[in-house]
């Protein structure tokens, strides 16, 4: 072989792959829902609203109309899917009034998370505190919960936000995107102020954690 062909081969091999220019599909208007409807479907998980719009080829403000008009009309025939809003994103999951329905047909695998007191304690204090450390969670608590904290980590409902600047950088834990579908929320400003939290408590007999020991109030209500 010669050295010109063994230089070309070499360079060949350097050079990145060639990848065709993948073409973007035009949505038909009258096709908007559809398409939307297919992308939550096969996504199986949320779907960012900016990946939403960019695939229907329309802004976000008309692309969360087509989600919204397309979650109406969910609703409207109380289907048995649903369209959830979690922060910027969109997300099908099934309607809770046919859980008992879907439980029967699962019971082996629908292991749903179990809440004990210690770990809504926990996770009560890490959603309205965060960014917190387990060093402030015992502090408030007065136990060690190293195990709880770990356990609400395997859940999916918390997880580290970032480390504190302090000795051995300690880290922060914050409620995650799956806290949000867990309690049915879409956005952390949903969850109920903490006045409101502690009468709920006081008037259903819990009374393992006082949520005003928080001190967690709004700004127009302090002092």
Do not use: C, W
């Amino acid at each position: 072989m010669s050295q010109e062909i063994q230089e070309n081969q070499n360079q060949k091999k350097n050079e990145p792959p060639v990848h065709e220019a993948q073409e973007t599909v035009q949505v038909p208007q009258d096709k908007l829902e559809q398409v939307a409807e297919a992308l939550l479907f096969s996504a199986g998980d949320s779907v960012a609203l900016v990946h939403i719009a960019k695939t229907l080829g329309l802004d976000q403000r008309s692309a969360q109309e087509v989600i919204e008009q397309l979650a109406a009309k969910y609703d409207a025939d109380m289907r048995g899917i649903r369209i959830l809003r979690v922060g910027n994103s969109y997300q099908m999951s099934s309607r809770p009034d046919y859980y008992p329905f879907i439980g029967q047909l699962f019971k082996a695998a629908a292991a749903s998370i179990n809440m004990t007191d210690t770990q809504m304690e926990t996770l009560a204090i890490i959603a309205y505190r965060q960014p917190v450390t387990k060093m402030e969670i015992e502090e408030i608590r007065g136990v060690r919960s190293d195990a709880i904290v770990n356990r609400l980590v395997e859940y999916g409902l918390i997880e580290e936000k970032g480390r504190l600047k302090a000795p051995g950088r300690p880290i922060q834990f914050g409620t995650t995107e799956e806290f949000l579908k867990f309690f049915g929320l879409e956005s952390l400003e949903q969850m109920p102020h903490l006045k409101e939290a502690a009468a709920d408590a006081v008037e259903h007999g819990v009374g393992q954690m006082d949520l005003a020991d928080l001190e967690i109030l709004e700004e127009s209500e302090e002092g």
